[in-house]
């Protein structure tokens, strides 16, 4: 049973214009969901995170949006860079995330066109 | 800079051998780590949480006699994969969090595993 799932493998998008990757969840206790970029063999890198109480988070170009009465989340990008060209992973947690488990989506591969 | 550190990153060994991979918290104190695994072109899998001065908790369908978790400290978890085989082979990645609501996990640069 995928808790968290991302529906698109792979998204492809000009320099400059918006990224707008989706993140749906079946799990109604998760109140706490975060968005990694990860590249080949290398550990994900924490993007930015956002808590159930809130219906948006926003640090410089990265803006997550969530849905709770939908149990969806997004990330936009603007404007994409080349070099956020990675594969991008939700996840998402119980109880704050303090010391429970992520589950992570299966994540969408971004490709930022020059 | 990196928070979580992870060695070594890559291991090429023969089957039967015992691997073991560290996991540190560079700058602060961590009563819980994780440790995922990752196929290629698949999503991070949780195998086990792992507990400062206690057992470690086994997601299910992973062998805890194959996937020896020791966090003998605040700052240090290991896992040793034991009798490796082929099937073994794959991505070891793990986390650890600043023990407030709300912080991130942390991830170290993760481990590739190779056993011939």
């Known amino acids: 049973d995928q808790q968290v799932k991302q529906n698109s493998p792979s998204l492809s998008v000009q320099e400059g214009r918006i990224s707008i990757l989706n993140c749906d969840y079946t799990?109604?206790?998760?109140?706490?969901f975060l968005w990694y970029k990860k590249y080949p063999a290398e550990g994900p890198t924490f993007l930015i995170s956002i808590s159930s109480i809130k219906d948006k988070n926003e640090d410089g170009r990265f803006t997550v949006f969530l849905n709770k009465s939908a149990k969806h989340l997004s990330l936009h990008i603007v404007p994409s860079q080349p070099g956020d060209s990675a594969v991008y992973f939700c996840a998402a947690s119980e109880n704050g995330g303090a010391t429970n488990k992520l589950i992570f989506g299966t994540g969408t591969l971004l490709a930022v066109q020059p | 800079g990196a928070v979580v550190s992870q060695h070594p990153s890559r291991v090429i060994c023969k089957s039967g051998t015992s691997v073991k991979i560290e996991c540190r918290s560079l700058?602060?104190?961590?009563?819980?780590m994780f440790w995922y695994r990752q196929f290629p072109k698949q999503s991070l899998m949780l195998m086990a949480t792992?507990?400062?001065?206690?057992?470690?908790?086994?997601e299910q369908g992973v062998e805890k006699d194959k996937f020896l978790i020791n966090h003998a400290s605040l700052t240090l978890s290991t896992l040793t994969v034991t009798s490796a085989h082929p099937e073994d082979s794959s991505f070891y990645i793990c986390?650890?969090?600043?023990?407030?609501?709300?912080?991130?996990?942390?991830f170290g640069d993760g481990t590739r595993l190779s056993i011939l």
């Open positions: 700058d602060f104190q961590a009563t819980t």
């Open positions: 986390s650890a969090s600043r023990e407030l609501l709300l912080q991130p996990q942390h």
């Open positions: 792992s507990n400062e001065g206690s057992k470690a908790t086994y």
């Open positions: 799990n109604s206790m998760f109140d706490y």
